[in-house]
């Protein structure tokens, strides 16, 4: 049976469709404000329970010349604007232990993103904070191996737990996702997120940076929620062929649009709702 997480005034892994989605790294309060509008009144439409996500840093990129977002400070600065003109919960990822409290202050999720899934320090340090916190499947782990992950934030006094699934390395630049891992996962009790722009991404694929298939994004998200995920995580944007990071594998709002409204509506059915 699959733990139901409780944010603000809907619940994730209950009988609506959660979506996490923003852009990938923070580059203008524009483009933000922009984004996070479009969404807003889309899910509001849709009655789809919604989270916008940003990065403030991606520490993580292929080159030390890529393009990280806005830092800390700033970032988190304009993410509480989104919150307060928008009236929409934030998720962010953190990428060091000293940043999760400093994070939480804005956040109402904590993301570990896949690369750092197992470092012990991040996790309890996360779970310290008391904010839900949703960790990343790396890349290079089974789904199996969440169990203990997940078990180092609730030994942490925090049960508040959610793991994002985003495919498994298959070869050089290249991923798979097998939906048997929503159904592993949820068999542990936690809610599962799919996310379906990571899962297209190429690693590496264009040599110092990567690239993507922006055209499987629908494929696998309808898939996922088919196979009983309870939320879906997306990193969209205005114009993602002009984005500064990970422009490969985001998706426009157009695009948004039509693939939340035909999952929402295979949610409905897998649901009974």
């Known amino acids: 049976m699959v733990n139901k997480v409780k944010l603000r005034d809907f619940e994730i892994g209950g009988k609506k469709l959660t979506i996490l989605a923003g852009p990938c790294a923070i580059e203008s309060k524009d483009i933000l404000f922009k984004t996070a509008e479009y969404l807003k009144k889309l899910t ?36 509480a604007e989104v919150k307060k003109e ?19 202050e804005v956040a109402d999720i904590i993301q570990i993103p896949a690369f750092l899934c197992r470092q012990t320090d991040l996790l309890i340090a ?19 191996q969440m169990k203990s992950i997940a078990q180092k934030v609730i030994d942490s006094g925090n049960k508040q737990v959610t793991i994002t699934d985003r495919g498994v390395s298959f070869g050089y630049n290249n991923l798979v996702s097998d939906m048997r891992a929503i159904p592993i996962i949820q068999e542990m009790g936690y809610p599962v997120i799919f996310d379906a722009t990571h899962s297209v991404q190429l690693p590496g694929g264009f040599g110092e940076s990567s690239s993507g298939e922006r055209k499987f994004v629908p494929v696998l998200a309808k898939a996922a929620v088919a196979s009983g995920a309870n939320g879906l995580f997306f ?31 295979i949610f409905k059915l897998v649901n009974n709702v």
């Open 86 to 104: 928008f009236d929409v919960p934030i998720v962010t990822d953190i990428h060091e232990s000293n940043q999760a409290q400093i994070a939480s």
């Open 126 to 144: 996360a779970a310290k904070t008391n904010k839900i916190i949703n960790i990343k499947k790396g890349q290079f782990l089974a789904p199996s």
């Open 235 to 265: 990193e969209v944007h205005p114009s993602p062929d002009c984005a500064l990071c990970d422009g490969a594998n985001m998706i426009n709002f157009e695009q948004a649009k039509n693939i939340f409204n035909i999952c929402n509506e």
């Open 44 to 79: 509001t439409e849709l009655d789809i329970n919604y989270v916008f996500k940003a990065s403030y840093d991606k520490a993580n990129r292929s080159s030390i010349n890529s393009y990280r977002g806005l830092g800390i400070e700033k970032g988190l600065s304009l993410l």
